[in-house]
């Protein structure tokens, strides 16, 4: 039998023929850039509060989406979803109510000096939007970014996001810095190479000519590996970026609502004012929804000398379900319940690491997990096949995560907001398993 989009032969032959059919239709649809994940791909037709449903009818627990991140099909917004298209969906170009009572509701659940907001469709676009609002403000062009970011796919930022792979170049205004690898560097240093990196950056991008711009940083670092800790270590960096004249954009799509815990925000982990915001994926559980926050200053120059409009974004419907997401957030207590199951899932690994050879490291903020896998704890050396197994193995097991980092060897877990106790026990149950078996 043929490779079909990337599966071995032996993969292949587990899938059913409905799903080997799928898979071909997708190739030849939709062409070779699309990635299914798992060695079984899932053929997933429904989806309630923590669960995803197979075809079969079997469910799986969702800890890996981060867009439907306040559950699958959540009442609540499904009804302001359809409340409001049954109403009106145009765009911003008319006076509407909406967009401006979630402005002012989303507005508040940020510090004070981040007053205005824009609305764009994905996580990507507000990224490149605020990309040339740094640009603009500061009438430079270079972007420091981490080494294996990654920050969405127009033009611009793609090339920003080295971790989509070989086929990537980066462009000559941008330079890197080093993940902050707790658990490489030592917790003791991370704060210090950031700084020392980010200052060496800035000075080889004047020393090639080119006026630097922005810091772009993910707030919890997910494609670098999910680095949270130690609380803080940003400030340094952060203030010598902007010390220096840049603008510090914290990229808030992946540690936004309420993901890393009590702090809305990812960067109020480590106590830092950004210059702009963006948001994306949880925001509107899944209805495209997407946006930058700003100082008023910054984004005030912007727009005085170019006109901004997104056909789609900012509509009646996005706004809706924005609204809808804050008031589940708040009226479910969201942002207590992503740090009392993130902590009590961080022991739970904690206890595992007891037992499991595998695990070199647990951390994570809120429910934003990371668990790297080593083949030996003295050299840290990655266990990158091993990853693939588990994450495999839980899967067959009923439970979805996946895996980050530039060697893919940590298990990348993200439970929904609304995981309870019985869930995490599922997910820590499911992981004790597939490490046993992985490592039999
Ligand atoms: N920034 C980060 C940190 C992301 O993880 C992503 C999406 N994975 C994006 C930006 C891009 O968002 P979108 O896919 O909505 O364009």
Redesign the pocket.
């Known amino acids: 039998m043929s490779m079909i989009n990337g599966f071995s032969p032996a993969d292949a032959e587990r899938l059913s023929d409905k799903e080997r059919s799928l898979i071909e239709r997708r190739e030849r649809l939709l062409g070779p850039a699309y990635r299914l994940f798992y060695e079984r791909p899932l053929h997933t037709v429904r989806g309630e509060g923590v669960w995803l449903y197979d075809e079969q009818g079997r469910r799986y627990l969702d800890a890996y989406n981060n867009v439907a991140s306040v559950g699958h099909c959540h009442p609540r917004v499904v009804e302001a979803i359809s409340r409001q298209a049954a109403i009106l969906n145009t765009h911003t170009r008319y006076l509407q109510e909406g967009i401006l009572d979630y402005a002012e509701q989303l507005l508040a659940t940020f510090p004070a000096g981040l007053e205005r907001v824009m609305f764009t469709c ?4 507000a ?1 490149d939007l605020a990309l040339r609002i740094a640009r603009h403000y500061t009438g430079g062009s270079g972007v420091i970014i981490t080494r294996f970011a ?4 127009t033009g611009d930022i793609a090339e920003l996001s080295p971790s989509l792979g070989a086929g990537i170049s980066l462009p000559a205004h941008a330079r890197t810095v080093r993940a902050p690898d707790a658990y490489r560097l030592g917790a003791e240093h991370v704060a210090k190479t950031l700084v020392e990196d980010v200052r060496a950056a800035i000075a080889d991008l004047r020393a090639h000519g080119i006026k630097p711009a922005a810091l772009l940083l ?1 707030g919890i670092f ?2 670098d590996g999910v680095f949270p800790d130690p609380a803080g270590f940003l400030a340094e960096a952060v203030a010598l970026a902007r010390a220096e004249g840049l603008l510090y954009i914290a ?1 808030e ?2 540690s936004g609502f309420a993901r890393t815990g009590a702090n809305m925000w990812g960067f109020q982990r480590h106590a830092v004012q950004p210059d702009i915001v963006t948001l ?2 949880p925001m509107g559980n899944g209805q495209p929804i ?1 946006g930058v926050v700003a100082r008023a200053e910054v984004i005030e120059s912007f727009g005085r000398s170019v006109r901004y409009f997104n056909t789609f974004g900012g509509n009646p419907v996005s706004c809706a379900a924005g609204q809808a997401v804050l008031e589940v957030i708040r009226d479910e207590g969201l942002q207590q319940r992503s740090a009392e199951i993130g902590a009590y899932l961080l022991q739970g690994f904690q206890r595992l690491a007891e037992r499991h050879e595998l695990i070199g490291d647990v951390r994570g903020a809120g429910l934003f997990l990371g668990v790297e896998l080593v083949s030996d704890r003295q050299s840290k050396a990655p266990a990158a096949a091993q990853t693939r197994r588990v994450v495999n193995a839980m899967r067959e097991r009923g439970v979805l995560i996946s895996a980050a980092g530039p060697l893919e060897n940590i298990l990348k877990i993200r439970p929904l907001l609304v995981f309870q106790r019985e869930h995490a026990d599922l997910l820590l149950d499911c992981l004790d398993g597939a490490l046993s078996e992985v490592a039999g």
């Open positions: 994905t996580g990507s676009e990224n990654y920050h969405g796919v993910d997910a494609s990229d799509v992946q994306g994926k997407a």
